[in-house]
Nanobody, 115 residues
Framework: VQLQASGGGLAQAGGSLRLSCVAS????????MGWYRQAPGKQRELVAF???????TYKASLEGRFVISRDNAKSMVYLQMNSLKPEDTGVYYC??????????WGQGTLVTVSS
């Protein structure tokens, strides 16, 4: 299983970024997908999660700024991040979880939000 995340970079506060993750080596439609982030000096945390059925859930404090989506035909998951804040800075990781609760991780993409 390989997960390749992309789309990170430098953004100003209030700006937007769209992260993408392409999966290979799995039956994409059969796995749940998630985005996690790890800020400097902090533990990795769940940002957004989307089920096989396409139902998304989010970290409560995001206040509706992020949207997770998936395209099963392309084996891709996206994270649209709007109204970015400096506290959104971190390395964002793509995650897949199988029906047996096996987790796979991508290499991460760095998001830096300047104030």
């Amino acid at each position: 299983v390989q997960l390749q995340a992309s789309g990170g970079g430098l953004a100003q506060a209030g700006g937007s970024l769209r992260l993408s993750c392409v999966a290979s080596g799995i039956i994409f439609s059969s796995v749940d997908m998630g985005w996690y982030r790890q800020a400097p000096g902090k533990q990795r945390e769940l940002v957004a999660f989307i089920t096989r059925a396409g139902i998304g859930t989010y970290k409560a404090s995001l206040e509706g700024r992020f949207v997770i989506s998936r395209d099963n035909a392309k084996s891709m998951v996206y994270l649209q991040m709007n109204s970015l804040k400096p506290e959104d800075t971190g390395v964002y990781y793509c995650n897949s979880r199988t029906r047996d609760f096996l987790d796979y991780w991508g290499q991460g993409t760095l998001v830096t939000v300047s104030s």
